[in-house]
């Protein structure tokens, strides 16, 4: 057997059946594009080389998946005209030239093949495998015709195929596994004449077969895996189904509760600790972690983000690329973005931001209040109405903010500026210089009224 491996994907159509201004590849799911999704099974298998086929909205493609992975194995091959796939996988026949290699071929479509999967397939040597699987609903595949012997024959494509050819519920899965050079030969030999005019891969194996070289299938049990995603109602079953999983495993796995699984989405690289509770409607995307024994009230979302142990989100909160440490407590009804971060033991309430700031330990926000490039200490109390005015229209300017602060409410603090600590504003303060630690400033310019304790 060739010890190395190339793999070639195939993702230059458009996905017609989409209905779509987009290439079908930069569809999401699980809140990718579906392109890495493949991509990603495909460099965990460690290969010499990964060839990218691309044709329709190439550049888009070649970006999307550039944004993701920055690994120089991956390389884009261009299809001109999109003439099938027999076609597509040909445009790829220079950069493997010469090649002694084992040629995995992946679907850009069919996003949820499990590495481990494709490792067994890899074992058996042979000119070609197939990886097939049986369906409940084979429609719009191929179907993987057996010699009465039970071995491979032929594939036939839906619109090719006689009644009693329907009538096969084992599909091609458009994952195979070739000798490089043996592929190429037989490629030079498929022809277009078919229902649909189109240069199908899934002749070669047939070529082989007749050629006497060894044609095997790989008969896997797992529909999901190899499920392809064709148009839109296939797209969000796969959602639904991938979600259901997901949920599933941190339910047995993990020790998640859901009040309501069917109405939550967590994103399959999230990952949350033991005897963490999550009620309807809460969304989790990205690679969020969430620690243990936290509590995610209903309408919540959270995305690209860490979540400590022990915290509580009150309901409707969005929290997206920020951190929570252990025993926060968030909303309802908060924000925090742009690498917001909340000490252990802070709060933030109702109708609060926090966007590019750090709220220190033990620390208060809990009503009506914006807090953006903003430093702030330990033990401080923002009082409600708050605003850092940090953008004077051309640039954003930081608020600092010591410890023990207690910030009056509906103070407005005019970046750049820096609250000393121990130090309290008036309510209705309009701070626009800084404040000396432990002193008590109110009015409209603020101004020094006292000193409140000794500076030490
Ligand atoms: C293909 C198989 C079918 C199999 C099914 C599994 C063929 C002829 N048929 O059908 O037997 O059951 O996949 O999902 O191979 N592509 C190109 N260039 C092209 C045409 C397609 O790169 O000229 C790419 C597409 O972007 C897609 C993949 O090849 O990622 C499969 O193409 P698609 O049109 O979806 O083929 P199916 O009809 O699903
Ligand atoms: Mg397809």
């Given amino acids: 057997m060739n010890s190395e491996l190339d793999i070639l994907i195939l993702a230059a159509g458009l996905g017609t059946r989409m209905r779509s201004g987009k290439a079908k590849v930069l569809h999401h799911l699980d809140g990718r594009p579906l392109i890495t999704h493949v991509c990603e099974t495909a460099a965990n298998l460690d290969p010499e080389n990964i060839f990218v086929v691309v044709g329709h909205q190439a550049e888009e493609v070649t970006a999307a998946v550039n944004a993701e992975f920055n690994d120089p194995r991956i390389k884009f091959v261009r299809q001109e005209k999109m003439l099938g796939t027999g076609d597509a996988v040909a445009s790829a026949r220079e950069a493997l030239s010469g090649r002694d290699s084992r040629l995995l071929v992946l679907s850009g479509d069919v996003p ?13 040597p042979s000119a ?6 049986t369906l409940h609903d084979p429609t719009g595949y191929g179907r993987v015709i057996r010699s ?3 071995k491979f024959d032929r594939i036939v494509e839906q619109k090719d195929a006689s009644p009693d050819e329907l009538a096969v519920k084992e599909i091609n899965s458009g994952i195979y596994c070739f000798d490089t050079g043996k592929l190429f030969a037989a490629l030079s030999k498929i022809s277009n004449h078919n229902a649909q005019g189109e240069y199908y891969l899934t002749d070669v194996p047939g070529i082989l077969r007749q050629e006497g070289e060894t044609v095997r299938l790989f008969l896997h049990n797992d529909p999901l895996e190899i499920e392809g995603v064709n148009d839109r109602r296939q797209l969000a079953e796969m959602e639904t189904r991938l979600r259901a999983r997901t949920i599933e495993k941190l339910m047995l796995d993990a020790g998640v509760t859901f009040t309501d699984p069917s109405s939550v989405y967590v994103s399959s690289r999230a990952v949350i600790g033991r005897d963490t ?3 309807q409607n809460v969304t989790i995307e990205g690679s969020t972690t969430i620690g ?7 309408g919540t979302r959270i ?14 909160c969005l929290i997206a690329d920020s951190t929570v440490n252990d025993n926060c407590v968030v909303g309802p009804m908060a924000q ?3 690498g917001a971060e909340m000490a252990e033991n802070s709060h933030v309430g109702n109708f609060v931001e926090l966007k590019k700031t750090r709220l220190g330990k033990g620390s208060k926000a809990n009503h009506l209040t914006y807090l953006g490039d903003a430093t702030i200490g330990e033990k401080t109390n923002i009082g409600a109405g708050t605003i850092t005015c940090n953008y004077d229209g051309t640039h954003k300017h930081p608020t600092t903010i010591g410890d023990n602060v207690k910030i009056g409410s509906d103070t407005m603090l005019v970046a750049p500026v820096i609250v000393g600590d121990g130090a309290a504003t008036g309510a209705g303060s309009v701070v626009t210089k800084d404040v000396p630690a432990n002193s008590l400033v109110a009015g409209v310019p603020a101004k020094v009224k006292k000193v409140v304790a000794k500076e030490s």
């Fill in 112 to 124: 949820l093949i499990n590495e481990q999967t494709l490792r067994s397939l890899l074992e058996t």
């Fill in 128 to 133: 070609a495998t197939i990886l097939t699987v």
């Fill in 148 to 150: 009465e012997e039970g």
């Fill in 277 to 279: 509770v999550i009620y």
């Fill in 292 to 298: 243990e024994n936290c509590v995610i009230r209903p």
């Fill in 303 to 316: 995305s690209a983000s860490k979540v400590g142990s022990s915290v509580e989100i009150r309901d409707n």
């Fill in 336 to 338: 925090l973005r742009g």
